[in-house]
C-alpha cells in the first residue's frame, strides 16, 4: 500500500483541481462559451449521483467515509451502486466538470484527466483491494457486472 492511499480525500482533491483551475483563468483568454444546459446537466447528475451514493450507504449502515474502507460493514450494490460503483466520486468528478466548462481555462482538461487519474490510483484501487479481502467473490462478482465510473 503506498503512503498515499487513502489518505487524502476525495472532496479535498477536487477542490485543489478547481483552485489551480481558478489560478489559471488570469493566464486564459476565454476559450468558448459552453451551454448552460450542459453545465446545469452536469451539476444537477453530480448532485444525483453524489447524494444518492452517501444516502445508500447510510441505509445500509456502512461507512462513507474515503480514508478508512476498511470500516465497510456491507457491499452496498443497489440504488445508484447498480450503476457505478463509486457514485459519491463520479459526483465529484461531474461536479469538477461543470465547473470545468463554465470557468474553463487551458488546465481544465488536464485537471480533470489528473483528478480521475489520482481517485482511480490512491482511492478507488486501495478500496477496490479492501473491498475484494472483505467480501471475495460477492465483490468480484459486483465488479465484474458494474462499470467503475460510468
Known sequence: MSRLDCKIPPPVVAVLAGVLNL???????????????????LGISSCIFGISGVLACIHRG????????????????SGVFRFT??????GLVLLLSAYYL?????F?????????????R????P???????????L????????????
Open 62 to 77: 456502512t461507512t462513507i467515509h474515503p480514508w478508512s474502507p476498511n470500516n465497510t460493514k456491507v457491499l452496498v450494490t
Open 122 to 125: 490512491f482511492q478507488i484501487e
Open 127 to 137: 478500496e477496490e483491494r479492501v473491498l475484494t479481502e472483505k467480501f471475495g467473490d
Open 108 to 120: 481544465s482538461p488536464f485537471g480533470l484527466l489528473g483528478v480521475l487519474w489520482f481517485l482511480t
Open 102 to 106: 463554465l470557468q474553463p481555462t487551458l
Open 139 to 150: 465483490y468480484l462478482q459486483y465488479r465484474q457486472n458494474t462499470r467503475r465510473w460510468f
Open 85 to 90: 460503483r463509486n457514485p459519491m466520486y463520479l
Open 23 to 41: 489560478g489559471s483563468t488570469t493566464y486564459s483568454a476565454t476559450l468558448f462559451e459552453p451551454p448552460w444546459i450542459l453545465i446545469s446537466a
